[in-house]
């Protein structure tokens, strides 16, 4: 006999990506309950990184008093070509050695309960779109711009998901084709010009140049230990290389939403992850690009926003990915 459950009973969602495990109960007016953060122990392969993650899970449970008998279901979004409707994760960069792992049957044969997969950018462009940024806009897409980059699509005041539930990987557009080889397989995408991860390899080879830069003191000379925010910083304060290499990014970011507004018209572009918060420093030179380069009627209708919800924009989508069902 199916497990009965009321409608609006609290959701477990999870965002999973290549350094944090965030997991959230849910309820069905998105409010979260309860939430509980750990590193992402993505270097020791997916076996270990679902472990991690089911530990997470039973014990933000437990600290609430609850059984999985209890929830709606548990619904994922995690970083990568998500396969939704058979519930694989066909390919992640961020999380090596990630191929085609049936992460939904694995985390719902452990638990016993329904589970959902998602991929995080589209669950953050559903729970902006419901609860943030974009409510009230029916036609919208979101960039999330951190360790790497995703992307979701609302089309019609629905998520667009694609004929495999894999749309949306608009960190792997081609910016340059002579461009830095991508774990993904393909050379020059978005995510590898525009990224943290791409904003800080950039910051170190100019240190490593010995271009003159406050960032080699604030790691004591260790540049490995340069990351984004660290860059941020440093641009802040006026140092001259940071601030170049993030318009850099910003003037690729801006490449990638002339192609965003000239291919779908969105009423709004939402940007989020780790990296938009950066602000105008990031925001205001992509936005240059735009006006400067895409077709004009849909340049003046997009509107380029930062996002609102920040951290818990992936629970709260993947919540109500799993409440849609």
Aim: one cysteine or more; hydrophobic letters at 45%.
């Amino acid at each position: 006999m199916a497990r009965k459950v009321k409608s609006d009973a609290p959701i477990l969602a999870v965002d999973l990506g290549g350094t944090k495990i965030m997991v959230a109960l849910v309820s069905s007016s998105g409010q979260v309950i309860a939430r509980e953060r750990t590193p992402t122990p993505a270097g020791q392969g997916p076996v270990a990184v679902i472990d991690r993650l089911v530990s997470t899970l039973e014990r933000l449970l437990a600290e609430k008093n609850m059984d999985v008998a209890q929830l709606h279901s548990i619904s994922m979004a995690v970083a990568g070509a998500i396969d939704s409707i058979r519930g694989l994760v066909t390919l992640s960069p961020n999380l090596p050695g990630w191929r085609d792992v049936p992460l939904r049957d694995m985390v719902a044969a452990r638990l016993g309960i329904r589970t959902f997969l998602i991929n995080d950018a589209s669950a953050a462009a559903l729970g902006e779109h419901q609860f943030g940024a974009g409510r009230g806009v029916r036609d919208v897409v979101l960039l999330t711009v951190g360790t790497g980059i995703g992307g979701g699509i609302i089309i019609d005041g629905r998520l667009y998901p694609g004929a495999s539930g894999a749309a949306g990987e608009m960190g792997h557009m081609t910016i340059d084709i002579n461009g830095p080889k991508c774990p993904c397989g393909n050379t020059g995408c978005l995510e590898m010009l525009a990224s943290g991860t791409a904003i800080a390899r950039e910051a170190i080879r100019c240190a490593e140049r010995g271009q003159p830069t406050s960032l080699t003191k604030m790691v004591s000379g260790k540049l490995a230990e340069i990351t984004a925010e660290k860059v941020y910083a440093a641009a802040r304060e006026g140092d001259s290389v940071a601030i170049r290499v993030i318009n850099t990014a910003a003037t690729y970011l801006g490449v990638g939403l002339v192609n965003l507004v000239n291919i779908f018209n969105p009423e709004m572009i939402i940007i989020g992850g780790g990296v938009a918060k950066m602000g105008g420093l990031l925001l205001e030179p992509a936005r240059q690009v735009v006006r400067d380069r895409a077709f004009v009627l849909p340049a003046r209708v997009a509107k380029i926003v930062p996002a609102q919800l920040d951290d818990e924009a992936g629970v709260l989508g993947a919540a109500a990915f799993a409440f849609q069902q």
